[in-house]
């Protein structure tokens, strides 16, 4: 079973705060994604990488700095939080090589900038 | 652009009745688009229902059904006799072919009252 592990599942912080956002997979899949989820909105493309190094910008990449480490790990980094960051994050990963489609996502981190 | 549209907010269904959740997309920039159904269960992550790549196919799963149709452009969820245990928010998603790029609806939250 495709695994997907966030962290924190819960922060608070306040405006100007430094947040590190974690996601781990153990899929051993190559691509990875965070999106944040807003009511009114669909999820939103943060970023996304195909690999330990690599960094692709999303549609929504104002304010967020990604860093991929390893294949497991992509960790989502909010430097200066805003009250305009507070969402609900998503880490997914992918297998691009079976060309599935199928997105396996974490449960989800829920950012609160006061 | 590229973008899915599905019915908005909340949903309310008495246990054992049919439901539709409408959806609808515009791929200007994708031929031949693949498009998804996730459910997001309350406090997991988002995880695929179903997904259909070929047009006039009919995917299935879990007694939910949702036809590509590509004349009308939509691919609605319907299931004949929805459960307590469907409660959850639901997600029309397209990719493209090569699943690069995923666009998201809003989401659909689904409440089944016993």
């Known amino acids: 079973e495709a695994a997907v592990t966030q962290s924190p599942r819960n922060k608070v912080t306040v405006t100007g705060g430094n947040v590190t956002l974690s996601c781990r997979q153990t899929n051993s899949h190559n691509y990875m994604y965070w999106y944040r989820q807003d009511t009114g909105h669909g999820l939103r493309l943060i970023h996304y990488s195909y690999g330990a190094g690599n960094l692709q910008i999303g549609d929504v990449p104002d304010g967020y700095k990604a860093t991929r480490t390893t294949q497991e790990d992509f960790f989502l980094l909010l430097e200066l939080a805003s009250p305009s960051q507070t969402s609900l994050y998503f880490c997914?990963?992918?297998?691009?090589?079976?060309?599935?489609?199928?997105?396996?996502f974490g449960e989800g981190s829920k950012l609160t900038v006061l | 652009g590229d973008s899915v549209t599905q019915t908005e907010g909340q949903v309310t269904v008495s246990e054992s009745k049919s439901l539709i959740i409408n959806c609808t997309y515009s791929a200007t920039s994708i031929a031949y688009p693949n498009l998804f159904w996730y459910v997001r269960y309350p406090g997991e992550g988002l995880q695929l229902l179903l997904k259909?790549?070929?047009?006039?196919q009919k995917g299935s799963s879990r007694g939910f059904e949702a036809t590509y149709n590509k004349e009308t452009t939509s691919f609605h969820l319907q299931k004949a006799s929805v459960q307590e245990s469907d409660s959850a928010v639901y997600y029309c998603?397209?990719?493209?072919?090569?699943?690069?790029?995923?666009?998201f609806g809003k989401g659909t939250s689904l409440t089944v009252i016993p």
């Open positions: 259909v790549i070929t047009a006039g």
């Open positions: 997914a990963s992918s297998d691009d090589r079976g060309h599935t489609g199928q997105l396996y």
């Open positions: 998603a397209l990719s493209d072919r090569g699943y690069q790029n995923f666009y």
